[in-house]
């Protein structure tokens, strides 16, 4: 085997691989975390990155203290490399906030009165609900079922606009789906409208290189716990202008320049421009460490090998599930069936059919250790249009509760997995869902407090132990 072939088969080290669950039978095996795109492991090099550093935590920005001094200047420091990482352009600005969705809110907030904002109906709930929420005029644009139609969708929409300024979110990989959107083709035609475009890469930096220069978006969101850095932090980076001319995202100390009693009794306040305009209050120092630290180890491994696995392992799945009928993969993009032709990164979205989805994703955290998450994946709409007419089967568990009156029960299942995902994990994820569709699960479930939960054991002798 040929030394790349050996980097790409090789998984990064991540906390709990080595973690064993209970089984419903009493059993422990290794847990297989395939719950990625909720939230992933941190990478073991972050976690000893950041035990190194916690003995040398202090305050940062101001501090007369050797401690202080040197966390400001590692916490300055993790800005430069997260600039680094997205390859950001000259006069861009990183400004850490808590997650994506604090990231989409706070560009929501700088947003100047009388944007118009365009979102495909599609996109996650964290970045297709900011908007309305801040008071802005928003056009809510119908889900494509290709690449070129999302993109002649927003060439119309942004035609047909009126004159002003205008915002387009898109997702770079659905949290859904996994589909890798047309990010550069959707800018383009964005710019040429005179929009500006922010990019939502909670999905796609865990998975792809990102350049903000290359893409040519204004700017870029993510979270650092998608990214091996569960620590509470994410990011908002891009162009300045709107940043900067917007009220500060928190009024408080950090933001300020000067604060002054007027002789009225009023308080007069300079804000700063730039990052600490919108950081108010103590940074979460650590996490925007931790951030850093994950880019830097992702860069060393090197996307290009990161990127080959990642297709084996999707190939792997894809093929597996292709070979079991009752599964039905939910695609936007590939809605022929052809699920081998959808580039997606390593999430993806199933339904079985006489199966709840919710009792099919217990059974097979009880029965195999399996972790993986069932629902709506908060992208209602998105999951709503690609379960169609099909309605949630019931089961012992019950499905889960329509949010409104008259409401079609729906939900579906979603497998998702990294740079720190086994072989292994894949491997018996296929065994167990082959195994659950040819011989049912081996107890009986019943619904605690909105929870699957093994109750009895069903003698079915297709099981030992």
């Known amino acids: 085997m040929s030394s790349l072939a050996t980097e790409i088969c090789a998984p990064l080290a991540v906390l709990g691989r ?23 492991p941190a990478l073991q090099r972050v976690w000893d990155d950041v035990a190194a550093y916690a003995p040398y935590y202090g305050s940062v920005h101001r501090g007369a203290g050797y401690l202080s001094q040197l966390s400001t200047d590692l916490f300055e420091q ?12 000259e006069g861009d600005q990183v400004v850490f906030t808590r997650a994506t969705t604090d990231s989409l809110n706070l560009l929501a907030g700088a947003v100047p009165a009388g944007t118009r904002v365009f979102a495909f109906e599609t996109e996650h709930h964290a970045s ?74 909670a999905q796609l930096a865990p998975h792809h290189r990102v350049s903000v220069r290359a893409l040519d978006v204004d700017w870029i969101a993510f979270s650092g716990h998608k990214l091996y850095a569960p620590f509470g932090a994410g990011v908002l980076a891009g162009r300045a202008d709107w940043l900067d001319a917007a009220e500060p995202y928190l009024a408080g100390g950090g933001a300020t320049r000067t604060v002054a009693r007027e002789t009225d009794g009023s308080v007069a306040v300079q804000w700063h421009t730039g990052p600490a305009r919108h950081e108010a209050g103590s940074p979460n120092v650590i996490g925007a460490y931790a951030i850093a630290s994950a880019c830097r180890a992702l860069t060393e491994a090197g996307f290009d090998a990161l990127e080959a696995r990642e297709r084996q392992l999707v190939d792997r799945l894809t093929a597996g599930l292709a070979e079991i009928p009752e599964v039905r993969v939910l695609n936007l993009f590939g809605a022929t069936g052809d699920i081998h032709s ?25 029965e195999y250790g399996i972790g993986v998450r069932d629902g709506l994946f908060c992208a209602h709409p998105l999951v709503r249009t690609l379960l169609g007419d099909e309605d949630a089967a019931p089961s012992e568990c019950g499905a889960p509760e329509p949010s409104l009156p008259g409401e079609r029960s729906l939900n579906a299942i979603r497998v998702s997995f990294g740079a720190g995902t086994p072989d292994e994990h894949v491997d018996r994820f296929l065994t167990a869902v082959r195994e659950l569709v040819t011989d049912g699960a081996a107890w009986n479930y019943r619904n605690e407090g909105g929870r699957c939960v093994a109750t009895v054991q069903i003698d079915r002798g297709r099981r030992e132990g």
């Not at 993790?78 to 352009?89: C, G, I, P, Y």
Request: hydrophobic share 50%; charged share 20%.
């Open 18 to 40: 080595d973690v064993q669950v209970p089984l419903v039978n009493g059993e422990k095996v290794g847990y297989a975390a395939l719950d990625y795109a909720a939230s992933s």
């Open 128 to 201: 297709l609900l900011p908007w309305a929420h801040a008071g802005l005029d928003v056009h809510y644009l119908r889900a494509p079922r290709s690449r070129a139609e999302a993109v002649a969708a927003l060439d119309a929409a942004l035609a047909g606009a009126p004159e002003g300024p205008k915002l387009l979110c898109v997702t770079g990989a659905s949290n859904v789906t996994g589909e890798l959107w047309p990010v550069a083709e959707l800018t383009e035609t964005a710019h040429r409208h005179g929009a500006r475009v922010v990019l939502d890469a």
């Open 78 to 89: 993790s800005r430069r490399t997260v600039a680094e990482f997205l390859d950001l352009r």
């Open 342 to 366: 959808v580039a997606r990164v390593g999430v993806l979205s199933f339904v079985v059919r006489g199966w709840n989805s919710s009792h099919f994703s217990a059974a097979l955290s009880a």
